[in-house]
């Protein structure tokens, strides 16, 4: 089936380690996201990516970088300059071209830092 | 001001009553919008789109209110299993460059 799949469901991790959450997809879109989902709070855009190789800061940037080297993958590194990286942080994609806008989403991460 | 805003509820409604939430954004230049369904601890999923002639799924119908910058979603006949959180969403970018912005969502609970 296709589908976004992240990993692991839970983490934790103690203070001042950096920690890679994966997200893959088998749905061939071009444009990929991280969202960070605080108790309460809707989700904060962290980063995002239109093409391979190629990725922009959202709003919430600091404390975290990515790669898109390959299509189907986008990782994020929770880095120890992160105050506050305890949160569920989801993975979405969109396919290439205005035709559509949904957003499908992985089933999430739940970081927990010590 | 935040750019999409919702009434965080929560709303605790009886089967079967009809219930309306309102997101109001505040980016005039947003283009397409949407409700997404959040169930407590899982990941969102689109609920529906919303067009700017209003548009109907079922029991659910959404509405766009551009000059007013405001998006409303009505649910008639509430059930059970209508207990979620559901967000609001403006899309802020243009054609291909998507940037989504989510409402902290509203909560709502409907009571047997």
């Known amino acids: 089936d296709g589908g976004i799949t992240q990993s692991p469901k839970y983490l934790f991790r103690k203070e001042g380690q950096n920690v890679t959450l994966s997200c893959e997809q088998n749905?061939?879109?071009?444009?990929m996201y991280w969202y960070r989902q605080d108790p309460g709070q809707g989700l904060r855009l962290i980063y995002y990516?239109?093409?391979?190789?190629?990725?922009q800061k959202g709003d919430i940037a600091e404390g975290y970088s990515v790669s898109r080297e390959k299509k189907e993958s986008f990782p994020l590194t929770v880095t120890s300059a992160q105050k506050n990286p305890t949160a569920f942080y989801l993975c979405a994609s969109i396919a290439g071209g205005a035709s559509t806008d949904t957003q499908y989403f992985g089933p999430g991460t739940r970081l927990t830092v010590l | 001001r935040k750019e999409v805003e919702q009434d965080p509820g929560p709303f605790n409604v009886p089967e079967g009553a009809t219930v309306a939430f309102n997101c109001t954004y505040s980016n005039s230049a947003s283009q397409s919008f949407f409700w997404y369904r959040q169930d407590c601890r899982k990941e969102p999923k689109l609920l529906m789109s919303v067009y700017s002639s209003g548009n109907e799924d079922g029991r659910f119908t959404a509405q766009l209110n551009r000059a007013s910058q405001y998006i409303s979603l009505l649910i008639r006949d509430s059930k059970l299993s209508d207990s979620a959180t559901y967000l609001c969403?403006?899309?802020?970018?243009?054609?291909?460059?998507?940037?989504?912005?989510f409402g902290s969502g509203t909560q709502l609970t409907v009571l047997p």
């Open positions: 990516s239109q093409i391979v190789n190629d990725f």
């Open positions: 969403v403006v899309n802020r970018g243009s054609g291909s460059a998507r940037q989504l912005t």
């Open positions: 749905l061939n879109h071009d444009a």
